[in-house]
């Protein structure tokens, strides 16, 4: 069964920083990417970040570029997020996520259910 738990989340003031981190177990073969995304209360999940950890190509959402960093410690199955210059509007429940697909669906744009959910860990920035 795989599982994915988050932790870092938390209240931070704006141009504050955060680092999440999602720790995986149970991947059933080494080629899953794993990324971010995350939901403010009434709206649809957004995608964050992700990395695919076979090649260490990343992706980001134009809103976070240049401020949010991803990084994966694949021998500890872990993914990183370093959340940089913070702001209000980052303020959402974050989710982990993995899939083979990740990767690639995210870059095209793809509408795409993907596999596995951590179960969120939120994030407040006051201004």
């Known amino acids: 069964e795989v599982q994915l738990v988050e932790s870092g989340g938390g209240l931070v003031q704006a141009v504050g920083s955060l680092i999440l981190s999602c720790a995986a177990s149970?991947?059933?073969?080494?080629?899953?990417?794993m990324g971010w995304f995350r939901q403010v209360a009434g709206e649809g999940r957004e995608g964050v970040s992700c990395?695919?950890?076979?090649?260490?190509?990343?992706w980001y959402a134009d809103s976070v570029k240049g401020r949010f960093t991803i990084s994966s410690d694949n021998a500890k199955n872990t993914v990183y997020l370093h959340m940089d210059s913070l702001e209000p509007e980052d303020t959402a429940v974050y989710y982990c996520?993995?899939?083979?697909?990740?990767?690639?669906?995210?870059?095209?744009?793809?509408?795409?259910?993907?596999?596995?959910w951590g179960q969120g860990t939120q994030v407040t920035v006051s201004s």
């Open positions: 990395i695919n950890r076979s090649n260490s190509r990343t």
């Open positions: 149970g991947f059933p073969s080494d080629d899953y990417s």
């Open positions: 996520v993995a899939d083979r697909m990740l990767y690639i669906a995210l870059s095209a744009g793809w509408v795409y259910e993907y596999d596995y």
